[in-house]
């Protein structure tokens, strides 16, 4: 899976959710390519860090509002006393 795949499948997302109209067999190709975006950044997450896979879950958010909610919970989380992420 090549970073062009990632962007095509999230340009496909775009595309679908930016239509003016949404019928249910669009709305079913966006969960799928969804589904299929997130399965790929998992895989890759296998191989990567922590961090792939933790960015991989967040792409299952649908509202930006709860994502971000999340991210800033993880971060508040990972975050030492010194002020410095901790991955590890």
């Known amino acids: ?3 062009g795949f990632l ?3 999230e340009g496909e997302c775009a ?3 930016n239509a003016p109209q949404m ?7 966006l969960e799928t390519l969804c589904v299929i975006q997130t399965r790929v950044l998992e895989e ?5 860090s922590e961090g792939a896979q933790f960015l991989g879950q967040l792409m299952g958010y649908e509202s930006n509002d709860e994502l ?3 991210l800033d919970a993880g971060l508040t989380v990972r975050n030492g006393d010194d002020g ?3 991955f590890a």
């Open 7 to 9: 962007r095509h499948i």
């Open 23 to 29: 019928t249910p067999e669009s709305t079913r190709l």
């Open 44 to 48: 890759l997450g296998k191989e990567m």
């Open 15 to 17: 595309r679908i959710r």
């Open 1 to 3: 899976f090549s970073p």
């Open 68 to 70: 971000l909610g999340v």
């Open 84 to 86: 410095d992420l901790n």
